[in-house]
């Protein structure tokens, strides 16, 4: 959960608000179901990660770009993703079930 927080945190730091400061807000729900629900909003750059094509994995590492494996592995770790554009803000939510 740590490293796929941090990895949305960090696409918004570096891709959101690409030279200017700007706020990012985060917040945490734990629901009945059980889970654990992360949302992340900021009034950067409008983008949906959930857009980007999967990385090709079974390439060889020569082969394939920096970068780009964050939305990757956020898809594989958590339950559930989604992301939306409200308000002037970017809306990314994670959600993790407790097994």
Known sequence: IELVAEEALV???VHGYTHKDGEV????????EPALTIEIRDKGV???PLSLADPD???DLADRKIG?????LIRKMADR???RR??????FSMT????
Request: contains cysteine; hydrophobic residues 45%.
């Open 11 to 13: 696409n918004v730091f």
């Open 25 to 32: 807000e985060v917040g945490c729900l734990i629901s009945d």
């Open 46 to 48: 409008s983008f949906d």
């Open 57 to 59: 994995v079974k390439a």
């Open 68 to 72: 780009g494996m964050g939305v990757f």
């Open 81 to 83: 993703v989604a992301y």
């Open 86 to 91: 409200e308000g002037g803000r970017n809306i």
């Open 96 to 99: 993790f079930l407790n097994r």
